[in-house]
């Protein structure tokens, strides 16, 4: 790489690091993550979008694509209302499509874990066990974004919520907590996380992932 593109590709993250700074940053939600899609068959895709992870935005004009090697589709979402979007996804052949979704918000995009693609009435793959699909969960909540979690390449991109990798938590505290966060505040920050209104096998997945293979600590946060 030359100099000059050296010095460009610097500029660049630094003014990504400033939109950051200055507020320029949102938190995509998806509603319900697929396990898989279907080759030709349209699937719906929801998410909702919260400046700062709180604030409802409309009058967005997110975008989706999906990737599966030099393949690329691509899906305009409708607005729902309050901050909510929809787009219908068709791929056109089988393999694991990487789904981004582009806010429109800034550069603000989310990009979900690999999503497989298997043909009409082919049988559909095993579902993931529970910490796999938690960890799945935690990007396309959103999670992500406000949270570093060594399992999750790029997370926390923004130092809001703590740092989950070393967290420990009791499970009933944690399933209560991902249901409803108002019950508790990150000592010594004011922030307090949104309500996702997640469903109980999200928030069984997600506590999973957290808690695999660990020792709660108890219900500290």
């Not at 500029?11 to 990504?16: D, K, M, N």
């Not at 909702?48 to 409802?56: A, D, F, M, P, Y």
């Not at 979900?112 to 066990?129: M, N, R």
């Not at 910490?131 to 999670?143: I, P, Q, S």
Request: charged share 20%.
């Amino acid at each position: 790489m030359s100099k000059r593109h050296t010095v460009a590709a610097l500029v660049l993250v630094a003014l990504a690091g400033t939109a950051y700074t200055f507020g320029g940053w949102c938190v995509i939600t998806v509603g319900d993550l697929p396990e898989y899609v279907t080759v030709g068959k349209p699937t719906e895709i929801t998410f909702t979008i919260r400046q700062h992870g709180v604030s409802l935005m409309d009058n967005l004009q997110p975008v989706i694509a999906a990737k599966n090697g030099t393949s690329e589709v691509k899906a305009n979402a409708e607005a729902k209302g309050s901050g909510r979007y929809t787009a219908s996804l068709v791929v056109p052949k089988g393999g694991d499509w990487t789904v981004t979704i582009n806010s429109g918000f800034m550069n603000n995009r989310s990009t979900l874990a690999p999503i497989p693609a298997i043909a009409a009435g082919a049988t559909p793959p095993k579902p993931a066990v529970a910490a796999d699909r938690g960890k799945r969960l935690f990007v396309a909540k959103g999670c992500v974004t406000c949270h570093v979690h060594g399992e999750v390449v790029g997370s926390g991109l923004v130092s809001v919520g703590p740092n989950l990798t070393p967290k420990r938590y009791q499970p009933d505290f944690l399933a209560k907590f991902l249901a409803d966060p108002s019950i508790a505040r990150t000592p010594g920050k004011n922030d307090i996380m949104p309500k996702l209104e997640l469903k109980p096998v999200e928030v069984a997945a997600i506590a999973a992932f957290i808690n695999e293979e660990k020792q709660a600590l108890g219900a500290r946060h």
